[in-house]
């Protein structure tokens, strides 16, 4: 079924703005129709349209349950934001995918991209209907941090701290033995320096290593995020 974010949930609940839009004039969604209903409090509702008006649709909630698609594992991805705005974008939408509960993008020393109102309102869109497409009932909300300094506080109270590190020559951290919550950080285009390493690890981050080559940004994004998951049971 048809799946919408919604700010309030009551018996009769309107949809309005973006999603009723898209609701509407793309899906073209009518009276009768039953859809899946979205608070991002883990419930899912599924509703029967019972009026398509100008500017709202109205829906009957005939019964709600406890989504079955959020990953057990808490994890937190913390990425360098990127220039190209496509590719922070991706990012978002894989980590969504993947289950990733938070996200958050940051500029660091070598970052040469600016985020704004509008960039970050555009990746919480994008974290909405990713989490409508893999069938998700909580969408994470991306949230910026101006300095590394504030991202890596925003991670301090994961048991595992990693950090990929492109000149790390080996991994401080056994990814194939993780257990509980987990924070990741990847760096932007340029990486990351080494007085910006060496300050992540003061704050019980560990170094890890992504192999021989170097990724781009997006790849190692999405590549430890996967592995992570992985060892965390979230693909057995």
Not at 78 to 100: H, S, T
Not at 150 to 173: D, Q
Request: aromatic letters at 8%; a negative charge; hydrophobic letters at 45%.
């Amino acid at each position: 079924m048809k799946r919408f974010f919604v700010d309030k949930m009551s018996d009769i609940t309107e949809l309005t703005g973006e999603e009723f839009e898209h609701a509407k004039n793309v899906l073209r969604t009518s009276v009768g129709e039953e859809v899946v209903l979205l608070d991002n409090s883990g419930k899912e509702y599924t509703a029967v349209v019972s009026a398509v008006e100008k500017k709202r649709m109205l829906l009957n909630v005939v019964r709600s349950e406890l989504g079955q698609r959020e990953a057990e594992a808490d994890v937190c991805l913390l990425f360098g934001y990127l220039k190209n705005a496509d590719k922070n974008e991706f990012i978002v939408q894989k980590a969504v995918e993947l289950g990733v509960k938070r996200i958050g993008v940051f500029s660091s020393e070598f970052s040469s991209a600016y985020m704004n109102e509008n960039k970050l309102e555009r990746l919480n869109k994008v974290a909405k209907e990713a989490t409508k497409q893999c069938l998700r009932s909580v969408a994470p909300t991306v949230v910026y941090f101006d300095t590394l300094e504030k991202a890596l506080a925003a991670g301090a109270a994961y048991e595992n701290k990693l950090f990929a590190c492109e000149f790390a020559s080996n991994s401080e951290a056994d990814l194939s033995a993780l257990q509980g919550s987990t924070a990741i950080v990847v760096g932007s285009e340029g990486g990351f320096s080494r007085a910006e390493a060496e300050g992540a690890k003061t704050l019980g981050y560990k170094h890890v290593s992504l192999g021989k080559r170097i990724l781009r940004a997006e790849t190692a994004a999405v590549a430890l995020a996967s592995v992570v998951m992985f060892s965390l049971g979230e693909w057995q």
